[in-house]
């Protein structure tokens, strides 16, 4: 088993508990020369692999179709419509239009009167804990400065990190380059993971990227409605990456992003 031995006391949250995670997750980096399995063995392997478990034996119970012309049915439409797309024009989102996909993870009620110490969001999270926090890169955004931003869902705000565009240098932190070039602006997902294993422990790190998943899903869904080319990622250098938005890498580390932008035939907005 391929393990990479480091100190961990060289890390802030460097409890006994949480060494599995910081192991698994270190373990787990992309670099530039990581090995990649070749397109034609994958296709082969894809090939051989069932992408459902079929029951056959057993009594089928059949569910209805999706109508997606049916009254009322937005929510329905839009999870049909989302889809990952690659190929974008280079041109600018608006304002408006990033501030309604950062409300995927928005305060949306009151933690008074209960056990929790936040107020809750957008998404589920374990332990109300919300161990996620935001980075956006803002690329070709209408009345915003190119530059890396910060959001509070707190103060429903951005907060400006580093002056001045920074896609060419995102942009070499990941595997599709051409796509961060062209995304109007990218979302780094980062996790600050003792917020969530102080309570859960190694588990606490599988709950930080099971809310990224649920954030993530925000965001696609607030892009289709509006019309926004957008993609999830996952192919990114990790030390790269963590290591332009000033992160550790392992008490807080990106664990997914988003970009989003216009589609090639839609032109300028
Ligand atoms: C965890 C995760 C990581 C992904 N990473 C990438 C990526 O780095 N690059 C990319 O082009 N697509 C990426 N995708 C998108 C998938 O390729 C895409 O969702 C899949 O092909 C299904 O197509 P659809 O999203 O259009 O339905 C990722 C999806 C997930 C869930």
């Given at each position: 088993m391929k393990r990479r031995i480091y100190e961990l006391s060289q890390f802030e949250s460097g409890s006994e508990?949480?060494?599995?995670?910081e192991l698994f997750h270190d373990n787990s980096k992309v670099e530039l020369n990581s090995p990649i399995v070749p397109p034609?063995?994958?296709?082969?392997?894809?090939?051989?692999?069932?992408?459902?478990l079929e029951y056959?034996?057993?009594?089928?119970?059949?569910?209805?179709?999706?109508?997606v012309d049916e009254p009322g049915s937005v929510l329905q439409q839009l999870i049909n419509q989302r889809v990952s797309e690659r190929e974008w024009t280079l041109t600018e989102i608006t304002f408006a239009e990033l501030s309604k996909i950062l409300q995927g993870y928005c305060i949306t009620r009151s933690n008074e009167d209960t056990e929790f110490l936040q107020p809750f969001r957008a998404v589920?999270?374990?332990?109300?804990l919300f161990?996620?926090?935001?980075?956006?890169?803002?690329?070709?955004?209408v009345d915003l400065d190119p530059g890396i931003y910060h959001f509070?869902?707190?103060?429903?705000?951005?907060?400006?990190?580093?002056?001045?565009d920074q896609t060419a240098k995102l942009a070499d932190c990941f595997v599709q380059q051409d796509v961060i070039y062209n995304a109007a602006i990218t979302i780094l997902l980062t996790g600050m993971f003792s917020r969530s294993t102080f309570k859960y422990g190694n588990r606490g790190y599988r709950f930080t990227l099971m809310e990224a998943g649920h954030l993530a899903q925000n965001f696609c869904l607030y892009a289709t409605d509006m019309g926004l080319s957008n993609?999830?990622?996952?192919?990114?250098?990790?030390?790269?990456?963590?290591?332009?938005?000033?992160?550790?890498g392992v008490t807080q580390s990106v664990v997914y992003a988003?970009?989003?932008?216009?589609?090639?035939?839609?032109?300028?907005?």
């Open positions: 508990d949480s060494e599995l995670w034609d063995e994958v296709l082969s392997r894809m090939a051989q692999t069932s992408d459902s056959t034996a057993k009594q089928q119970i059949p569910l209805p179709a999706l109508d589920p999270s374990g332990g109300g161990p996620l926090e935001l980075y956006i890169n803002v690329h070709n955004c509070s869902p707190r103060s429903n705000s951005l907060v400006r990190m580093v002056r001045g993609l999830c990622m996952g192919g990114y250098f990790d030390r790269k990456l963590d290591k332009l938005l000033n992160l550790d988003f970009s989003a932008g216009r589609k090639i035939s839609e032109g300028s907005v």
